[in-house]
C-alpha cells in the first residue's frame, strides 16, 4: 500500500535558525496538509494546499510558515526563524480529493527547537 | 464552535472488555466525522469514519453511534485485545477534503 513518507525523522536546530520539513505524498493524491502535535496535546491543524496553492491556512500558520511542492512529487514545509515553542511533531498528510475522505498521514518529523 | 471534546483522556480495560470513548461538537456544519488511531512514534491512520446521516457504522471490531440531535458520537471498540492499546482520536471536519479538527485524544491501555 502506498505510504506517505517524511524526511527528517527528528530535526535538532537552535532557536532562529530555518528549517525545511519534506514529504513525498502518495503519487495520484491531490491535497496535502500539514498538521503538528505538541508532545501530549492534540493534532493541529496547520495549512493545506490544491492546485499549487494554499487553500486554507490556521492562525498557528504566520509568516514565519511557508509551505511549497516544487517538483510535482515533494511537499514541503518551511519556518523561517524558529522559536522555541515550534518543537513539535509535524505531520504531513494527503487525500485523493473527489470527496473520498480519506487523510493518509505520514509517520512525522520531531522538530526539536534548542 | 470548531472544537470537538474527548472523553476520557485514558482508559485501561481488561482484555475482551468494550471501551467506549466518547466526543461531542457544536459546529451543526461538520460533515464528516472520522476516529484515527495512533500507535506511538507513528502518524495517525484513520480507523473509521461516518457522515452525521448515519447513527451507526461497524468495521469489525469497531463500532461507531453516533447521535445528530445530542451532537455527541461514539467509538466501542468489541472484543479488545492487548494490540489495540493506542491512542484515539476522534474526529471532524466540514467535508471530507476539509482540514480534520481532531479532539484531545484517548490513550487506551488494554490490558492482557
Known amino acids: 500500500e502506498p505510504e506517505v513518507t517524511q524526511t527528517p525523522s527528528h530535526q535538532v536546530t537552535q532557536m532562529g535558525q530555518e528549517v525545511i520539513l519534506r514529504c513525498v505524498p502518495i503519487s495520484n493524491h491531490l491535497y496535502f496538509y500539514w498538521y503538528r502535535q505538541i508532545l501530549g496535546q492534540k493534532v493541529e491543524f496547520l495549512v493545506s494546499?490544491?492546485?499549487?496553492?494554499?487553500?486554507?491556512k490556521s492562525e498557528i500558520f504566520d509568516d514565519q510558515f511557508s509551505v511549497e511542492r516544487p517538483d510535482g512529487s515533494n511537499f514541503t514545509l518551511k519556518i523561517r526563524s524558529t522559536k522555541l515553542e515550534d518543537s513539535a511533531m509535524y505531520f504531513c498528510a494527503c487525500s485523493r480529493g473527489e470527496g473520498t475522505g480519506t487523510q493518509y498521514f505520514g509517520p512525522g518529523t520531531r522538530l526539536t527547537v534548542l | 464552535q470548531q472544537q470537538v471534546k474527548q472523553s476520557p483522556q485514558s482508559l485501561i480495560v481488561q482484555k475482551g472488555g468494550i471501551p467506549i470513548i466518547n466526543c461531542a461538537y457544536e459546529?451543526?456544519?461538520?460533515?464528516?466525522f472520522p476516529w484515527y488511531q495512533q500507535f506511538p512514534g507513528k502518524g495517525p491512520a484513520l480507523l473509521i469514519a461516518i457522515r452525521p446521516d448515519v447513527s451507526e457504522k461497524k468495521e469489525g471490531r469497531f463500532t461507531i453511534s453516533f447521535n445528530k440531535s445530542a451532537k455527541q458520537f461514539s467509538l466501542h471498540i468489541m472484543d479488545s485485545q492487548p494490540g489495540d492499546s493506542a491512542t484515539y482520536f476522534c474526529?471532524?471536519?466540514?467535508?471530507?477534503?476539509?482540514?480534520?479538527?481532531f479532539g484531545k485524544g484517548t490513550r487506551l491501555h488494554i490490558l492482557p
Open positions: 494546499f490544491y492546485n499549487n496553492e494554499i487553500s486554507e
Open positions: 459546529n451543526t456544519a461538520f460533515d464528516y
Open positions: 474526529a471532524a471536519s466540514l467535508n471530507r477534503d476539509d482540514k480534520i479538527i
